[in-house]
């Protein structure tokens, strides 16, 4: 079976979860929205309260939706999502046909189920005349017999609530006794009826609700009944996520914060199944704000997977550099770098850039204890081969100063023209890291090239500028409570130009101590 990966999924396609699917159609994503077709106020005919929408079909309303979406390319299926399990990159979605998707990012917008009172034709009413939102269906039975049935003590608040649409209202306290006297004083003022038997059935005729029956053989004319289900969440298919619920509040709705971000990094929730007591304007806002969250979050991903791959690339120059030749650079130690380390008195060193090792053999033969890294395999390994010839102990290490640096504090970080032709190549990022790794009392030496060798007259276009150690210094923004500046000159070396001339380059030298 062919499985398809999808930028994101949408689990549910109701005015949550078609918002969402809006927003990451419009942000170019793939976008599959799978829906089992029942929406929660599938049972009314008019919905109220929708700026824009008001008194719409709602059928109509997410039939607009799905139009809209599909014209931003998202595709809408029918079916029902069975399993959703964590594959690390991905999530994968099972539909109960076993349909499988993969996708970087889920939102959940499933809606919720109503737990409708176990009265004995309540439910065939439900969304025509027995009610749950005056706000949504309130006007439309302004002024007429209404009733409240209580579904537990909150209901005093739908019952008082009620009374602004009619001041002919019934309240069944049945599921809300006792009541507290100063509750039971304000429903005898504002003229609501109040009646504590149980509700066992209503009495319809003519296809319209006629009368509320109580257990007592009581019956009470009505034109309409409101009731307060309880929201429940059909999340088992989602359950491998653990995704953090409120227990506090009724049905344990998903945890979400604005941008509907869940507790788990690729999943976000949206609509009745974050906020039960949600409206539709509410579902929309929020599905479209999971909509962008999600956007926003692959828009992060891709910026730090293009960010690895670049890095991928420079690295491989480089070890492509040393599988070039058998061997590249000189094989004697950085003069300048040597006459530096020469005035201190040896520990524990960590070299960056050590390529061939010719710079981490003299360091260990005068006294050091070194860690020496190189993002090239082939260089560690000529220095891991120079270093044995010896009878040296070195712990090269083939790793990325980029993330990667050797944990632990050394008594001096040294790098030595650890510099490169690419202009990213975030030199001042890893003299940071290696200010980190410097034990107290300890010192970080970056010896570089400071100006372009004088028959070279100016740098290839290409190239990153070649800093002064007071530049670099001033990048680094080293905190003086914290560092000593013991050296920051450019320091004179003798060599030849490629005529065999006398000549001379401008080493910088930074050196830097942290205070104890
Ligand atoms: C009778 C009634 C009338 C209402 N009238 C109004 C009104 O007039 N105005 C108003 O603003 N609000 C009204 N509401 C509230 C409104 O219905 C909700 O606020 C809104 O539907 C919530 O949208 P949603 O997208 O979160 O969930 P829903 O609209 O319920 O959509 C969830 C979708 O997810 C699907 N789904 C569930 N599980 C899965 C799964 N595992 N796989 C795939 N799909 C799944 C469901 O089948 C459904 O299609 C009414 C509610 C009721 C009960």
Redesign the pocket.
Known sequence: MEIRDWDAVV?????????AAQMLGRARRRTLV???????????A?????LGHDGLD?AEL?ARGRSEVAAYGVAVET????AVDDLGDRLRLT?ADGTVDTARAVVL????V?ELPAVAGLAER??RDV???P???GYEVAGSRLGVIATSPASVHQIELVRQWSDDVTAFTAAAQPLDPTVSARLAARGIRVVDAPVSALEVSEDRLAAVVTADGGRHEVDAVFTA?APRM?LG?ADSLALARNADMPGAPLVADMTGATSHPRVWA????VQPF???????G??SMAGAGANAALVAEDAAQAVSARRAERNAGWEQRYAESDRFWSGRVNATTAAVVADLAPGAVLEIGCGEGADAVWLAEHGWTVTAVDVSETAVARGAAAAAARGLAIDFRAVDAVGELPEGEFDLVVSSFLHSWETDFPRIGILHSALDRVAPGGRMLAVSHAAPPPWARELPAHMPPMLTPAEELALLGADPEVWEVERAELVARVTTDPDGNPAHLDDGVLLLRRRS
């Open positions: 689990v549910g396609g109701g005015a949550a979860g078609l918002s799978i829906d089992a077709g029942a929406p929660r106020n599938r049972s009314a008019h919905m109220h309260g929708v709602p997410l079916g029902a999502v069975a539909r917008a499933a809606g919720v109503d439900w969304g009610l749950h939102c706000y949504c269906h289900p059909e298919f949206a609509g009745n199944i949600g409206n539709v304007p509410l579902s929309m929020s599905g």
